[in-house]
Each structure stands twice: as structure tokens, then as C-alpha cells.
């Protein structure tokens, strides 16, 4: 049994007759706080898509949690420990922020995380509880993507583009958030495109161009650092 959260290993995935990934390898192991980047159009929801069984793998292996998912379906990364925080949000519209919350218990696992602990997590999703989760601002619906994440006690989150459209104030206040989470114990896969936020949360950083990881290394802190990552995803 593998001791890694998430393992990828050289996965060819495909939209029908488009083949998007290539002999992609990547792995999470516990407590790790890995960034994923590239530019735009280079796969990277695409690993999020292969995990959920909505890209298909017609080759390589993905293992989660230990377990070898051969046709991987929407709901097993959750059950084996992986939660997701899909790019785009997609907060359920006709529900409140709390039966939002409570969807992402479906696949429950024993740990901390509950609605209340959600709460104390972020206090505006509780003085909004009784909203409809999509009348909230961009930055409240992300942090109730990521509470509804957290739900279902994951040992890895896997955060796709978390911060895109957000004003810079909110980017800084998910940077304390996601450092928080990790903390607790959760392993974090942030896919991102903000270089700035990277550093300030991911510890290692893996590159992808054409469906393929191409470069990876530690996350340093420091300009030198930054320039490192902003190559990777400059046009
Ligand atoms: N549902 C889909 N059907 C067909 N092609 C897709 C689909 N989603 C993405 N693609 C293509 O797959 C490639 C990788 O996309 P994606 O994984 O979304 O990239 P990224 O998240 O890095 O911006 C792109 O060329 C994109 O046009
Ligand atoms: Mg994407």
C-alpha cells in the first residue's frame, strides 16, 4: 500500500479522440502543500477531470488514499480522502450556503470538520447561512467552495484556480485560510495562477506544459523564487 495521498502515474488521459495528458506523473503525500501551474490550456483541470472520472484514463494509474482507482467515478476521490474545490466554484444555486455545506458531507469520513467548525472557519458563511449560495459575493461563494470541500474530511484538497476573479484583499485573506487548513493536517494541491500566492503556500511546485509535468522543486519565498514560477507561466 502506497503511503501517498495522491498518486498519478504516467497517466494518458483523453476527451474523446483529444489526448490531453501525457505520461503525466504527480503525487501528494501527507501534510504536503504542493502548487500545480502552467499556462492556460496545459491540462491542469484536466488532472482534476481524470481524478473525477469526467476525462478518460486510457492508460497510467491513479491511486487514491492507497486504493487504485482503475475507472475512476465522481465520488470515489472523496471517499479515499481527496476533496475538490472545482475551478469555477459551482456553488449549487438553489440551495442555502448551509445545504451547500452539507453536500459535501455526502462522502463524510470521520475527522474535525463539521458545519460549525466550518463556521469558525468563516464566521460570514454563518451570518449568511440561510443565503442562497449564489447570491453571495465571488470571494464568499469561495470560501463556501472550500467549506463544502472540507465537509467531507479529506486528508488532500485539491484547490483548482481558487483565487481567479478575486480582488486582492480576498486573495490574501484565502492565503491565511488555506495555511490555516494545512495546519490541521491537510494536504493541499493548489492549482494557481497567481505566482505570489504560490510562495505563500505551496512548499514544493510541480510545472506542467502540453499535458505533461515538465519542472519541479521547492517553493522558495524570496524574488529569486517568484521568477522561478512566473517562468513557468508567462505567455
Ligand atoms: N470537456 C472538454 N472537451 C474537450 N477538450 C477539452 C475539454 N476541457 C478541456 N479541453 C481541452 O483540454 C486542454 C487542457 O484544458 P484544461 O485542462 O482545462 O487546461 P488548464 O486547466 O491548464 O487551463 C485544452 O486544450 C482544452 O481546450
Ligand atoms: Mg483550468
Not at 495528458?21 to 501534510?31: I, R, T, Y
Not at 466554484?89 to 458531507?105: H, K, S, Y
Not at 506542467?208 to 513557468?232: C, F, I, R
Request: aromatic fraction near 4%; hydrophobic fraction near 45%; charge should be positive.
Amino acid at each position: 500500500m502506497s503511503a501517498l495521498l495522491l498518486e498519478l502515474d504516467k497517466v494518458q488521459a483523453f476527451y474523446g479522440a483529444a489526448h490531453v495528458l501525457h505520461a503525466l506523473d504527480l503525487s501528494v503525500a501527507p501534510g504536503e502543500r504542493v502548487a500545480l501551474i502552467g499556462r492556460n490550456g496545459v491540462g491542469k483541470t484536466t488532472v482534476v477531470n481524470t481524478l473525477l472520472g469526467i476525462a478518460s484514463m486510457r492508460g497510467g494509474r491513479v491511486v487514491v488514499g492507497g486504493r487504485t482507482l482503475r475507472r475512476p467515478r465522481p465520488y470515489e476521490a472523496a471517499q479515499h480522502g481527496v476533496a475538490v474545490v472545482p475551478q469555477g466554484r459551482r456553488i449549487v444555486a438553489n440551495l442555502t450556503v448551509q445545504e451547500n455545506l452539507q453536500l459535501g458531507a455526502a462522502a463524510r469520513r470521520k475527522g474535525p470538520w463539521n458545519v460549525a467548525e466550518i463556521y469558525r472557519l468563516f464566521p460570514i458563511l454563518q451570518e449568511r447561512a440561510h443565503t442562497r449560495g449564489t447570491a453571495l459575493s465571488g470571494g464568499q461563494q469561495q470560501m463556501l467552495a472550500v467549506g463544502r470541500a472540507l465537509m467531507a474530511n479529506p486528508a488532500l484538497i485539491l484547490l483548482d484556480e481558487p483565487t481567479e476573479g478575486l480582488a486582492p484583499v480576498i486573495v490574501d485573506q484565502l492565503a491565511v485560510i488555506f495555511r490555516r487548513v494545512a495546519a490541521q493536517g491537510t494536504a493541499l494541491l493548489l492549482i494557481e495562477q497567481n505566482m505570489s500566492l504560490v510562495v505563500r503556500v505551496a512548499e514544493r511546485y510541480c510545472a506542467m506544459a502540453k499535458g505533461s509535468v515538465v519542472a519541479q522543486g521547492p517553493v522558495e519565498d524570496s524574488k529569486q523564487g517568484l521568477a522561478t514560477l512566473e517562468n513557468h507561466v508567462a505567455v
